[in-house]
T-cell receptor, first 115, second 115 residues
Framework: DAGVTQSPTHLIKTRGQHVTLRCSPI?????VSWYQQVLGQGPQFIFQ???????GRGNFPDRFSARQFPNYSSELNVNALLLGDSALYLC??????????????FGPGTRLTVL | AQKITQTQPGMFVQEKEAVTLDCTYD???????LFWYKQPSSGEMIFLIY??????QNATEGRYSLNFQKARKSANLVISASQLGDSAMYFC????????????FGKGTRLHILP
């Protein structure tokens, strides 16, 4: 069975540019979450989407936005890139059950470098 | 505030020995789930093991077991018979029950298995 897939694998942008990251969840999973992981830290929650609706949002500026499509895939958009946005962006999928047992499974990540 | 603390930035262990990675958590929510993830240098977060706050037994998955001490708010990961392939970052994480879908991660422990 295919796991969570993300594209692209690596991306280099310059300050002020816009970027779109893509994620496809595990088949049967309806929820997608996005995390930012800067070097040396644990992942930080950005967004969660379930059935195309935003279910949760972390402490990130409005430059960050996301959406989920009818096939449950998702995009994360970041506008006006800053040097501090350089990080590994991880996508996680889960069934979407609101319960502590709903395990999130992660993709390989997109490594974004902002110059 | 909810928080995960991993006090060991790095550990060196001889191959075939058992290793314990420490994790303490802080929450006033009675319902929560605790997770451990492994992150190799490739970046992908690999789910290892889950423990629910109401579970009576400690969780086990193959060579991984979770030493759950609820009163002390600790959830240490034990890896038995360590292998070279166990060298990676290990993250302890928590999800709160029925109210929030995000996972809160600790800062991680880098484990080095020595031949």
């Amino acid at each position: 069975d295919a796991g969570v897939t993300q594209s692209p694998t690596h991306l280099i942008k310059t300050r002020g540019q816009h970027v779109t990251l893509r994620c496809s969840p595990i088949s049967g999973h309806k929820s997608v979450s996005w995390y930012q992981q800067v070097l040396g830290q644990g992942p930080q929650f950005i967004f969660q989407y379930y059935e195309k609706e935003e279910r949760g949002r972390g402490n990130f500026p409005d430059r960050f936005s996301a959406r989920q499509f009818p096939n449950y895939s998702s995009e994360l958009n970041v506008n006006a890139l800053l040097l501090g946005d350089s990080a590994l962006y991880l996508c996680a999928s889960s069934l979407g059950v609101v319960a502590v047992t709903d395990t999130q499974y992660f993709g390989p990540g997109t490594r974004l470098t902002v110059l | 505030a909810q928080k995960i603390t991993q006090t060991q930035p790095g550990m060196f262990v001889q191959e075939k020995e058992a290793v314990t990675l420490d994790c303490t958590y802080d929450t006033s929510d009675p319902s929560y789930g605790l997770f451990w993830y492994k992150q190799p240098s490739s970046g992908e977060m690999i789910f290892l093991i889950y423990q629910g706050s109401y579970d009576q037994q400690n969780a086990t998955e193959g060579r991984y077991s979770l030493n759950f001490q609820k009163a002390r708010k600790s959830a240490n990961l034990v890896i038995s018979a360590s292998q070279l392939g166990d060298s990676a970052m290990y993250f302890c994480a928590m999800r709160l029950g029925n109210r929030d879908d995000k996972i809160i991660f600790g800062k991680g422990t880098r484990l080095h298995i020595l031949p």
